[in-house]
């Protein structure tokens, strides 16, 4: 049995028992795969996947049990060449992180330029995607931590803690008939054309759930995960914006006005997750703090160290 093995048959699971897309992931031939699969099987003594001629259809019932166990040895093969590069170099190395536009664009850039000043030696990376792309990146191990406001919350091997909270404003040029009123409802500012974040984006179920039970359809005309791309289509008349209150600058937004609409949408959470058995470095905890700060190493490495 060596690691090779390990990591084809997982690599086997991930994409979905297409042993091209195997092959070309880990820079080797089909048959090269196939015949290391095989050899991992009979020093077990049982067959790991279902096949169907040459082709891998599914899991058998020992298969379903054998690969979790694989995920953990090659996670602690990882950490253990974590923790060695720990030791030998403490304030130099790789850290990825993956997240959505708003956090990349609004919350991390003053966290992230504070970081690169304190460990110059660490090369970061910023890899963007929706929620469940993130949440994906983290159990594949591409990337050492998630923030988004959705999803990472709904994995079990995910281990996830809130960094702060945030509201939804609504936003429209000026001159709009809105400007000025007090106290509007969603009745009120569902008589308009409504532009904002697409589906699984920067807190829309909260959007979405407060028009619902409010028994109000919306007419959204417009949907964007960027919400530079919201505000300047609301600067040319086509609706009324819906965005993050982070996203507002007042000096570059000043052509729009944000509505008096109290707390009328739901408070969103956003929040960082780590694969739970992962080893991180120093400076990957120190990031976290950085953003936010009334977490610490303490209880971050403890909820990571629950069995998975």
């Known amino acids: 049995m060596n690691f090779q093995q390990l990591r084809f048959v997982r690599e086997a699971v991930r994409q979905n028992m297409n042993l091209t897309e195997v092959a070309n992931v880990l820079f080797t031939s089909q048959s090269g795969v196939s015949k290391q699969i095989k050899d991992l099987e009979d020093e077990l003594g049982v067959d790991i996947f279902v096949r169907r001629g040459k082709r891998l259809t599914g899991l058998t019932e020992p298969g379903r ?19 060695a590069r720990q030791f030998a170099d403490q304030d130099s190395g790789h850290l990825v992180v993956a997240t959505t536009h708003t956090q990349a664009r609004y919350a991390l850039p003053q966290v992230i330029r504070r970081f690169t000043e304190v460990f110059p030696g660490v090369h970061l990376a910023l890899r963007q995607g929706n929620p469940q792309q993130i949440a994906q990146m983290i159990l594949d191990g591409e990337a050492d931590l998630g923030i988004s406001t959705e999803a990472l919350d709904r994995y079990p091997d995910i281990a996830t803690f809130p960094c702060y909270s945030w509201q939804h404003v609504v936003v429209v040029p000026k001159g709009h008939p809105l400007v000025g009123r007090t106290g509007l409802t969603l009745e009120e500012i569902a008589d308009y054309p409504i532009i904002t974040y697409d589906h699984d984006f920067t807190g829309r179920s909260h959007i979405d759930s407060a028009f619902a039970k409010a028994g109000v359809a919306p007419d959204v005309v417009l949907t964007a995960i960027d919400a530079d791309v919201i505000k300047t289509y609301v600067e040319i008349g086509m609706g009324v914006g819906i965005v993050a209150a982070m996203a507002i600058d007042p000096k570059k937004d000043s052509e729009l006005v944000v509505l008096d609409t109290g707390e009328l949408f739901e408070a969103n959470v956003t929040r960082v997750g780590l694969r739970k058995g992962a080893f991180l470095r120093q400076y990957a905890y120190r990031l976290i703090e950085m953003f936010a700060p009334h977490l610490n190493e303490a209880e971050i490495a403890a909820q990571l160290r629950e069995p998975v």
């Open 65 to 83: 049990a054998v690969v979790p166990t694989i995920e953990r040895m090659l996670l602690d093969a990882e950490n253990l060449r974590r923790v």
